[in-house]
């Protein structure tokens, strides 16, 4: 993909201050406690916030200020995370809001497919008009006034307003290629596209809304976080509630010990207990969480995956199994009919006059290819629909596997060779081995065959040949499926087609497994029987016999090109169609899960850590004892819990950008990298308060 629409990523770890300062009005908005709420720790950091103001204008003191001023910051530094995680989005939603002017829409009466366009009553509407179900006619140079599919026609058109790419691409009835966007343009040709979007919900809204931030709701993950965060918060809060007492009691013991702006005979300030609560409770993590959400979708964004949900990129982190469908997905998906292979005693011509004519109305590519191959072959010439007024035709289905038609005394049938064969059984005809042979050839080539075959009145049905229709695997597949397998990820493929032409595909492209001659309801169950025991399933597809297996699988992840049926059902959309995107979808997923658990494990690991940096040396006056614990050596007590709230507020900053930019991710073992993520954060969040507090104490005792 190119990056036109795509604002500047944050780059090599370094957070370019301007954002931040770009940010800073929507960081202070933040602070209005109805919205702030929602973050119950950096809740508690206002309060205590506001509290410490009062106190500080009731007694003012340099240290009253000092600290209040700073705990205003931590929660500032906190909405300013998130502040910058959003605003990535906003650039962005300002491109796609371009592509959104109000077009007018040519909208046709009473259409019926085949029929020529003029016969048709036409209106032109504003494209705000347009309602569910309706037909509009687009030609080249027109906007797409409305999301849907394409009902009649080919079209090159021009994607590049949602999906940055400046390549035109092909839009054609039938198909799995059928849906198209509003807001994009045709290029060449005419269409006939039915709407299928609800007004006011079109594909771009939805764009928006979520590339802004405005649709995401907590994810099940960041809900039980919140809980935890929640909880410790409180154990917190009675922590250092229960210090007052003891504080009181050790002073009066201990009367001769120095009062300090700390601790007197009253006990400890309430500047220092609110100073203490917010050092101990988990503000790192708080501050941080959402925009660690954020930065997730928007990496999605950046690579043009469109997650629908947030659910679905954590459940990408933890897939265990990969359903792909082979036409389109692994195959490049313009299946062309190459070759007419007749029975003994039929004649290519008219095999191929047969498939001609079955295939009249077939809007399919395949179909499409057959009435051009025989075109080009035998000189054929395609016979219009209105001049066959006795034809009935018959569409293809994935359920029936044919498709054909009948004209008075003649019926025609093309399709899967066994759902064929089974017609002509039924007809009274015997399928010859011939055709058995013809069909096992193609299909284990990799080639999808087509048997054709006739039923005329008073005689048995009988089997004229077979279509060699070819498919040509996509570049780079084995590789990629290569690293799923050690990213511990199964690859199975499921297909409509025939098990030899499956299992042709399955070893040239390298998958573990593969389903075939499989029924939309087949592809369910086997989504079903995965997930049983909790294995997370993800699947791509983008036909519209996908959408229900689409719908059920953890992660859906629709072809852009795909119908609207499957980008309808699935929960993630990608505007490239590279079925192997899933690869990426999965790392951002487990990075998304690991950055989380990696700053969970350094925020924890930090509170615990400045809490044997402050109360040694908060006590070190009334316990002499203590100061054999007091190994920083602060120069006072009320520096040391200066010091403290400061580094705690600080911190938030230094991690926004490996909050936004994730930590790294390498293709390895779960429990390898938890250890190894264990020992760096949390390690890290041991040693770095001392060190950083004991810096910001000498800065402050310099200062002083
Ligand atoms: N236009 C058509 N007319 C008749 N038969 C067709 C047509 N298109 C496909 N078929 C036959 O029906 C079978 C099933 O098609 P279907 O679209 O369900 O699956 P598929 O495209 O082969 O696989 P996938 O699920 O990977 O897309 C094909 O393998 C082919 O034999
Ligand atoms: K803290
Ligand atoms: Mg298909």
Redesign the pocket.
């Known amino acids: 993909m190119t990056a036109t629409t795509t604002p500047g990523r944050i780059g090599g770890g370094l957070l370019d201050p301007k954002q931040l300062w770009k940010s800073l009005p929507d960081a202070l908005l933040k602070l209005n406690p109805r919205t702030l709420w929602r973050n119950p720790v950096m809740f508690i950091v206002e309060i205590g916030a506001v509290f410490t103001t009062v106190l500080a204008i009731g007694d003012p003191s340099l240290f009253a200020w000092l600290i209040t001023i700073w705990l205003w910051l931590t929660v500032l530094s906190a909405n300013l995370a998130e502040a910058v995680a959003e605003g990535r989005g906003k650039a962005q939603a300002a491109t796609l809001r371009a592509a959104k002017r109000d077009t007018m829409a040519l909208r046709l009466a009473e259409w019926t497919p085949g029929q020529d366009r003029t016969r048709y009553r036409e209106e032109s509407v504003a494209a705000s008009e347009l309602r569910q179900g309706d037909v509009v006619y687009v030609e080249a140079g027109q906007t797409i006034p409305g999301d849907g599919d394409v009902v009649e026609g080919i079209a090159s058109v021009d994607e590049s307003a949602i999906t940055g790419e400046s390549a035109p691409v092909i839009r054609e009835s039938g198909g ?1 290629r059928s849906a198209v966007t509003g807001g994009t343009k045709v290029l060449s040709d005419r269409i006939v596209v039915k709407i299928t979007q609800k007004p006011g919900e079109s594909f771009i809204d939805r764009m928006i809304a979520l590339v802004e931030g405005a649709s995401r709701q907590k994810t099940p993950n960041e809900i039980a976080l919140n809980i935890l965060l929640a909880a410790l918060t409180i154990i917190f809060l009675f922590a250092v509630v229960t210090l007052q007492p003891m504080a009181i009691f050790a002073k009066a013991f201990q009367g001769a010990a120095p009062d300090t702006a700390a601790l007197n005979a009253d006990g400890i300030s309430g500047i220092v207990l609110v100073s203490l609560l917010v050092c101990l409770i988990p503000t790192t993590i708080g501050a941080l969480l959402s925009a660690i959400g954020i930065a997730g979708m928007d990496r999605l964004v950046q690579r043009n995956v469109l997650a629908m949900s947030g659910r679905a990129v954590e459940a990408a982190g933890d897939v265990n199994t990969l359903l792909l ?5 692994i195959t490049l998906g313009n299946r062309q009919a190459s070759e007419f292979l007749p029975v003994e005693g039929v004649t290519p011509e008219t095999l191929a006059d047969a498939a001609q004519l079955s295939s009249l109305a ?1 809007e ?1 590519p ?2 499409r290819s057959i009435v051009v191959l025989a075109k080009q072959d035998y000189e054929l010439r395609a016979r219009a629909e209105g001049v066959m007024p006795n034809a009935t035709f018959v569409p ?1 289905s ?1 359920e029936t ?3 054909g038609v009948d004209l008075t005394d003649r019926r025609i049938r ?3 060779a066994a759902a064929v064969m089974k017609w002509v059984r039924e007809n009274g005809g015997h399928p010859t081995e011939e055709v058995g042979d013809t069909v096992d050839a193609i299909a284990g080539s990799g080639g ?1 065959p ?1 048997v054709v075959a006739e039923h005329v009145e008073g005689q048995p049905a009988r089997a004229l040949g077979v279509v060699h229709l070819k498919d040509v695997v996509k570049a780079g597949m084995r590789e990629r499926f290569d690293e799923m397998r050690r990213m511990g990820i199964r690859t199975v493929m ?5 098990p030899r032409t499956a299992k042709a595909i399955a070893d040239e492209a390298g998958v573990d497994d593969f389903l075939a001659e ?1 029924k939309p309801e087949d592809k369910m169950a086997l989504i079903k029987k995965e997930q049983e025991g909790g294995r997370l399933v993800a699947m791509t597809g983008d ?1 519209t ?1 996908d959408a229900p297996a689409l719908a059920q699988a953890d992660v859906g992840v629709a072809m852009n090109t795909g119908t609207s049926a499957a980008k309808e059902a699935g929960n993630m959309v990608d505007l490239d169609s590279d079925p192997t995107k899933l690869i990426e979808i999965v790392e951002i997923g487990k990075q998304l899960l690991i950055t989380r658990g990696a700053l969970t494990t350094f925020s924890i690991a930090n509170d615990i850590a400045k809490y044997f940096a402050i109360i040694p040396a908060m006590f070190a006056g009334i316990y002499p004892s203590l100061d054999a614990l007091n190994i920083m050596r602060l120069s006072s007590p009320e520096s040391a819990i200066l010091s403290a709230v400061v580094f705690n507020a600080l911190i938030i900053v230094a991690l926004i950008p490996l909050a936004l930019r994730g930590v790294r991710y390498r293709p390895s073992s779960a429990s390898k990298l938890l250890t190894r993520n264990l020992w760096i954060y949390g390690l890290g969040g041991i040693v770095v308060p001392f060190v950083g507090i004991k810096i910001i104490d000498l800065i402050i005792q310099g200062i002083f």
């Open positions: 799995d469908d082979k036409t389109g997905t077939d399919t395949e179909g293809f994935a596997r044919m498709s093309k399709g899967a999808t087509l499921i297909t409509g087609d025939n499989a036909g016999n």
